[in-house]
Nanobody
Framework: QVQLVESGGGLVQAGGSLRLSCAAS????????MAWFRQAPGKEREFVAG????????TYAESVQGRFTISRDNAVNTVYLQMSSLKPEDTAVYYC??????????????????WGQGTQVTVSS
């Protein structure tokens, strides 16, 4: 069992930055893929960014490429999402997820077994 707790969300003006954190606890010794998803009002949950266990491979949604950076620190079992140049369309609840893919970083939410409670990010125009 893995427990995930997100933090760092809030209200920011367009063009601003936020850094989200997701701390994992429980069975964190297994090599895993960690990812961020988001769900905007009235929309389906979508993949944002993913990172492999070593941190050597990352994948981003086209909509955030060049603006967001995912990273992880396995010493403290934490994954981060640095968000810059935020846009109103980035407004959503952001969720951290853990999966155990051996074929790369999956973009489908079906590839992840553990989820955090979500943290709200609101970007004003």
């Amino acid at each position: 069992q893995v427990q995930l707790v997100e933090s760092g969300g809030g209200l920011v003006q367009a063009g601003g930055s936020l850094r989200l954190s997701c701390a994992a606890s429980g069975r964190t010794s297994i090599r895993n893929v960690m990812a961020w998803f988001r769900q905007a009002p009235g929309k389906e949950r979508e993949f944002v960014a993913g990172i492999n266990y070593s941190g050597g491979f990352t994948t981003y949604a086209e909509s955030v490429q060049g603006r967001f950076t995912i990273s992880r620190d396995n010493a403290v079992n934490t994954v981060y999402l640095q968000m810059s140049s935020l846009k109103p369309e980035d407004t959503a609840v952001y969720y951290c997820a853990v999966g155990f893919s051996t074929i790369g970083i999956l973009r489908s939410d079906h590839g992840y077994q553990y989820w955090g409670q979500g943290t709200q990010v609101t970007v004003s125009s």
